[in-house]
């Protein structure tokens, strides 16, 4: 998903998605790719667990 896209649908400004992003990929949750968008790296967290971190 785009970063950006997530704000929209979230309702919130792109800079807490960003680096909220950040964070998780320095956990090693996510991986950021240039020009594709999010990925949530299959076997390190479940989707639902990722929507209630990104929304607490």
């Not at 998780?24 to 390190?44: D, F, P, S, T």
Request: hydrophobic residues 45%.
């Amino acid at each position: 998903m785009p970063r950006f896209g997530l704000a929209e649908r979230l309702g919130v400004s792109r800079t807490p998605v960003r680096e909220a992003l950040q964070l998780l990929e320095k956990e090693g949750i996510v991986r950021i790719e240039k020009n594709r968008g999010v990925r949530v790296l299959h076997g390190r967290i479940l989707d639902g667990e990722l929507r209630n971190l990104v929304l607490a």
